[in-house]
């Protein structure tokens, strides 16, 4: 047996969001403020489910092998915006003594509105006490409610086409000392309530390699990895939302420091360690990005990850993380990047200017959103300091962020990967915004197309919901390849309270070569902003 990594280093630099796991505790020093003689109970319900489509709430226990449960009963009750309420009572008498236990108890809303608070009491007994714990049994974490929000509307675009999935995803296959995610059957009946048509699954290497079970073994028959290429295949047979299976691997990036990579669909697996603290003072990647994404099977695609997210300092030293820099971005097989990553925050500011540096240098890449949710449907619950508290938000919940995909077929891994690779797709946290472009032959392109032509028509169509508050404004930029430039030729502010506007706009492009692309922006009444961000069209442009 090879043990991971001295005990310090693997704690205090792989703080990731992902349910807490709360029995590791140091061999030298044994203190764990938040460990509990209790295996981990955890509920977890989407943060919205659509109209019509039932409640799915997860019961999670994990660790029951190492402390046995009766579990006699489970209670769930709530209220929604108007006080109407909520009541469901499981009868159980279980004993549980596995490692994992998941059941997913699905409810009828229909007679409830707007933002439902929702209480889950467990009731079991453990070594002959009884004992009650509401949401979770986390000891330095608050019993907050789950918030479900009720929607009155589909999210927008569904009925004319546009499906919207989550492209960075971690299951109960990433565990290690500190956390753990959700199962997959249970991530899929979530995704499908909230509203996503595919949930891209991407698991880190460093933990799809290791033997069921345990946090410190390499398993040479890669079990995790087989096994959950199975279970999602079952999965998919019949089913509104789509799992893509890939996962999250580390490679190097022209300065030979450690990034993570999509490769969705991929059909061996790949190794990547570099920055799993699997080896003490053993960083360097195993494989350059470049290597990795050298040659993908037709039906595969690579996608870099968090382009520019933050990386801590500890990080960087210890574990020799990098970011994806402007060299990495030309990469021919990287299909583009995951700009969007849990919110429109400073790290998304940076990653789209480097995004743009990159177009105007020619290069044809698309954007896409996901979350890196580690098993969080409605609230983040993390490791905020190791041995002494957990803490817990809103951000990097599954779905939240999402990618929207124009399809015209059915659902399926291929389409999905499909519109990807092809760029039909946006970005967004809310609304939805549709470029089309028209020429004067008739002829008509959307988000990806090519278009060679002089005078242009550009069609947009914006719309959100009441979830997402009334359209506020939208740009349009056109980026020139010829002057190295991308500016703002249109900017639009809605002057009415509204869900639903279009525009058409004439444009002479005849000494553009470059592309277009748009901006729009809601706003809750509350003055939540929400965005939708889309691909390019590509204008005249050399490489076509």
Known sequence: ?????????????????????????????????????????????????????????????????????????????????????????????????????????????????????????????????????VNHNLPTSPEKPLIVHLAKD???????????????????????????????????????????????????????????????????????????????ENLNEETNCILVPGEEVSAGNQLGKNIHTLLLNWPEFVPGSGDGAERWFQTSPEHQTAELVHNPADDSLAIAAHTRMHVPLLHKILLGR???????????????????????????????????????????????????????????????????????????????????????????????LDALRQGRCVISDGPLMELKIETNEGKSYSLGGAINGDNIYISVECSSTSEYGNLDSFELFLGDLNHSQEKQIHQHKF???????SDEIELDVSAVSGYLRGVLRSEESSGNPHYCYTNPIWINHPSD
């Open 495 to 501: 002057k009415h309270e509204t869900f639903s506007e």
């Open 322 to 416: 990098g970011l994806w820099e402007l060299e990495d971005h030309h990469l021919a097989n990287v299909a583009g990047f995951q700009l969007l990553n849990g919110s429109f925050d400073d790290d998304f500011e940076e990653a789209l200017q480097l995004w743009i540096k990159s177009l105007l240098k020619g290069q044809k890449k698309y954007i896409y959103a996901g979350n890196d949710a580690h098993g969080n449907f409605n609230r983040f619950r993390q490791v905020k300091i190791p041995m002494l508290s957990v803490w817990d938000h809103t951000n990097q919940i599954l779905g939240k962020c999402r990618t929207g995909i124009m399809l015209s077929e059915n659902v399926s891994v291929k389409s999905i």
């Open 1 to 133: 047996m090879v043990f991971q990594l001295p005990e310090t280093l693997t704690l205090f630099t792989l703080l990731i969001p992902l349910y807490t796991e709360m029995h590791y505790r140091f061999k030298w020093f044994p203190f764990n403020r938040y460990f509990r003689q209790e295996p981990e109970i955890i509920a977890d319900a989407p943060y919205r489910i659509e109209p019509g489509k039932k409640l799915p709430v997860l019961l999670l226990i994990k660790d029951a092998h190492q402390y046995p449960i009766r579990l006699h009963s489970v209670g769930i009750s709530g209220s929604d915006t108007n006080g109407n309420l909520l009541e469901k009572q499981l009868d159980l008498e279980l004993d549980i003594n596995d490692y994992w236990w998941h059941k997913t108890v699905e409810l009828e809303t229909d007679n409830l509105l707007g933002d439902l608070t929702l209480n889950v009491t467990f009731d079991f007994s453990i070594r002959g006490y009884r004992r009650k714990r």
């Open 154 to 232: 589909q999210l927008p675009g569904i009925d004319s086409g546009w499906r919207w999935g989550d492209l960075h995803f971690h299951t109960n296959l990433t565990e290690d000392q500190i956390e753990f995610g959700a199962p997959l059957d249970a991530t899929q009946k979530a995704a499908e309530a909230c509203g996503l048509s595919f949930v891209c699954l991407t698991d880190h290497s460093y933990d799809l390699d290791d033997k069921p079970g345990s946090w410190s073994e390499t398993d040479p028959e890669l079990q995790k990895w087989h096994n959950s290429r199975r279970e999602v």
